[in-house]
């Protein structure tokens, strides 16, 4: 946690999700509406063909709907893309950009994550920034360059703690089950803050940096309570009310 700063619980339900699935998402809401928790945030990244109908199911609760990746320009011919103009239009408040999968699937670099992040603020959105280093990164004890690279080459100059969230993700750490200890947490966080402090200035101060990667309701108090870690940003474990419940739960205890 950072002093200061109102967590964000975000949860990222990937590929995964029709509407049959919703009833989650409408506990969800119940959740946070029936004053489960009031210490955080609450977002939730769905696929864009439920976008529509997640807004229009949370829109009476305090959880909101954002989108998983959005094109760098605001229309045009780009079959099967989506801009930020029509995930703020869907409903979406927030959309996560750079995310590891879309870095791998995608070949996104960090040059196009960039524009990405600049095309959600002109629609309107909050950016989700991610970064994260891969397992051989970690081994060769690169983490730390591979995160200054990634903030430097991902975050546009114009960031700010309103319309930036950064992510931390170690891209072996998602779905895995593994988790970096508190002490590796820490060090990246600490790090990623002193990254956008060349970019932000003073701002970086109170900008959300999350961290992502088998966070569970076992694991989230632990994660949770590391200096520079401003909430989570979930994928499994998001796909279910009562686990992304017991996420948001952590922030009680703390
Ligand atoms: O965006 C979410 C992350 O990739 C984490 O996914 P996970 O919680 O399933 O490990």
């Given at each position: 946690m950072t002093k200061g700063i109102r967590p964000l619980v975000a949860g990222n339900w990937k590929m995964n999700g029709t509407g049959a699935s919703l009833g989650e998402l409408r506990s969800i809401g119940h959740g946070f509406m029936s004053g489960l928790d009031t210490e955080t945030d609450a977002l939730l990244c769905v696929p864009a063909t439920l976008l529509w109908r997640a807004h229009e199911i949370l829109?009476?609760?305090?959880?909101?709907?954002?989108?998983?990746?959005?094109?760098?320009?605001?229309?045009?011919?780009?079959?099967?893309d989506i801009s930020a103009e029509m995930?703020?239009?869907?409903?979406?408040?927030?959309?996560?950009?750079?995310?590891?999968e879309r870095r791998a699937d995608h070949g996104e670099t960090d040059a196009q994550v960039q524009l990405k992040a600049e095309a959600a603020w002109l629609g309107g959105l909050t950016a989700i920034i991610c970064v994260g280093e891969t397992q051989a990164e970690r081994d060769a004890g690169r983490t730390l360059d591979v995160l200054s690279r990634q903030v430097a080459g991902s975050v546009p100059p114009g960031a700010t703690r309103k319309n930036t969230v950064v992510a931390y993700e170690p891209v072996w750490a998602i779905g895995t089950g593994l988790t970096p200890t508190a002490r590796d947490v820490a060090q990246a966080h600490a790090h990623i803050r002193a990254e956008l402090g060349k970019k932000m200035n003073a701002e970086a101060a109170t900008t959300r940096i999350l961290y992502g990667g088998s966070v569970k309701p076992s694991n989230a108090v632990e994660l949770m309570s590391v200096d520079n870690v401003d909430g989570a940003l979930v994928?499994?474990?998001s796909l279910k009310a009562s686990d992304f419940l017991g996420i948001a739960e952590a922030y009680r205890s703390l």
């Open positions: 829109s009476s609760t305090p959880v909101r709907c954002g989108g998983q990746d959005c094109h760098a320009r605001p229309s045009g011919a780009h079959t099967g995930l703020k239009d869907a409903g979406a408040s927030h959309v996560i950009v750079g995310h590891s994928g499994g474990a």
